[in-house]
């Protein structure tokens, strides 16, 4: 039977209440269950609904799901955000990270816990974006942590906020109308009027994001973790996932990774199943956190491409096969106007469409365009890879000098996973090359497909970067990687 939640104050490491709401399971006298603390995206309350069995925003488990699996919940307002007290520190793990771990104290003394020991509850971690990060790194500082399925986190907020040194302004200005209000941070105040103001942030600005991790605080983590990862995530994009999977597969840790077309963006193509990921999760808590050895779990690598089709491996990364290449050159004058994006809805744009589209890359009408076509079917999945040998100028400037690389598929006008990459450039007049991986995509690829490879100048989804000017690519190379070893699961 589901539990009903009653909200406690709870007192963190420095005197800050948090505020929690407790779901326990009403079992019979002497019978004791798992938990799972569920934490909320950025800027929101912790979750208190109840009704029905349905997913969260982005898929993840909701309270009703999780009781009915056989779990007490744990859900709570982040510091700073809800009714709890404090400043806003982006789950760092000298703030949020100690809150939570407060919170595990207080659930190991309520009754009809599951203990290990002392102080010591059986209980997982869930959580899309703000709920996601605060797993990792919990998990870090906190071995009572038995297991954690991060959904569409990061690794690092300098490498998904500011790729290239160049600010992510059409997420950063969402993210911070969506704490206004709140008692936040003044550095994360300060990295945004100066991301406006210029299109790069300060040093110390940088460090402050660097320092909120998880970052090399992943290779503490030891609990069984089920990374699910957005392939149209723009805010995090797929690396992040990535980079935190490969550091905990390398040390052993039990890890497994799924990619939906879900998270911080709007899916334009066929979504496929929908109820993966909460099924995955299930799962995944079933088996490292009830303990249940029969539960299968299977491949530890599953992705879905463009038409909506699963394919599943052993392992990532995947085999590689011969890449796609393609050649080209072109010209580009570096002015505002035809770059890329914003997208428009194609069908249903989902929870986030109505924020999202605006800020999504798509077909830029002014572009320097390198076509490509596919010789033969293929599963282009990873980080494209563009080498560029160009040479221009333009004027001097306080914003940095940028070029941003994307690519179309042909037959449908949409930009592949909707992911864009800043790419910096030199402007001098000299000649210049530099060889640089576009954010990850999943892609499957027909015989004959053909593909374009957009070098613009100004995205939607980045501040504006230095403008006037033109830049001449004297050739242009971009490789698609391909890989084998991928199958379709049962059915």
């Not at 919170?103 to 899309?128: E, F, H, S, T």
């Not at 605060?134 to 959904?151: E, F, G, K, S």
């Not at 999760?281 to 463009?306: C, H, M, N």
């Not at 770059?339 to 830029?364: E, R």
Request: glycine letters at 12%.
């Amino acid at each position: 039977m589901s539990g009903s939640s009653s909200d406690y104050d709870v007192v963190s490491f420095d005197g800050t209440r948090i505020r929690v709401h407790w779901f326990p399971l009403h079992s019979p006298a002497g019978e004791t269950s798992p938990t799972v603390l569920k934490g909320p995206g950025w800027g929101l309350a912790g979750d208190t609904n109840t009704a029905g069995s349905g997913y969260g925003l982005f898929g993840d488990l909701g309270i009703h799901a999780l009781n009915a699996a056989g779990y007490n919940v744990l859900t709570w307002d982040p510091r700073g955000f809800g009714k709890s007290g404090g400043t806003v520190e982006s789950d760092s793990p000298d703030f949020e990270g100690r809150d939570v771990v407060r919170l595990i104290d207080w659930v190991a003394q309520q009754p009809g816990v599951r203990l290990d020991g002392p102080g010591d509850p059986r209980l997982g971690m869930l959580g899309a974006s703000y709920g996601g990060g605060i797993q990792l790194v919990t998990a870090a500082i906190d071995c009572r942590v038995d297991a954690i399925v991060p959904q569409i986190a990061w690794h690092s907020l300098d490498t998904s906020l500011y790729r290239t040194e160049t600010v992510k302004s059409g997420w950063g200005d969402l993210l911070y109308s969506a704490a206004k209000g709140r008692s936040i941070d003044p550095q994360i105040t300060s990295a945004h009027n100066d991301g406006n103001l210029t299109g790069v942030i300060s040093a110390a600005d940088r460090r402050w994001f660097v320092q909120r991790g998880p970052g090399d605080l992943v290779r503490r983590i030891t609990a069984p973790t089920l990374f699910e990862q957005g392939t149209i995530d723009t805010l995090f994009p797929l690396e992040e996932a990535v980079a935190n999977f490969r550091i905990l597969r390398a040390a052993g840790v039990p890890t497994s990774m799924l990619w939906m077309c879900s998270g911080h963006g709007v899916c334009l193509t066929n979504p496929g199943d929908q109820n993966r990921p909460a099924q995955a999760a299930i799962a995944w808590l079933d088996r490292y956190v009830k303990g249940d050895t029969k539960v299968k779990l299977g491949p530890s690598f599953e992705y879905v491409d463009q038409n909506g089709v699963e394919y599943t491996a052993g392992d990532y990364p995947l085999r590689a096969s011969a890449p796609i290449v393609a050649r080209g050159r072109g010209s580009l004058a570096l002015v505002a106007g035809g770059g890329s994006g914003p997208a428009h809805a194609i069908g249903n744009a989902g929870p986030l469409g109505s924020l999202a589209l605006a800020i999504t890359p798509a077909k830029g009408a002014h572009a320097a365009n390198i076509p490509i076509t596919a010789a033969g079917a293929a599963n282009v999945v990873g980080a494209p890879k563009v080498t560029l040998r160009y040479s221009g100028s333009s004027p001097a400037g306080v914003r940095p000098t940028r070029v941003f690389a994307q690519l179309v598929d042909d037959a449908t006008g949409i930009v592949l996973g909707n992911q864009i990459t800043p790419i910096a450039v030199v402007l001098d007049g000299q000649v210049h090359t530099t060889t640089v991986p576009l954010e990850i995509v999943a892609f499957t690829a027909k015989s004959g497909a053909h593909l374009t490879l957009q070098l613009v100048a100004t995205t939607t989804s980045y501040a504006e970067p230095r403008l006037g000017g033109t830049i001449d690519f004297n050739s242009v190379k971009v490789e698609l990687p391909t890989v084998t070893g991928v199958s379709r699961p049962a059915t």
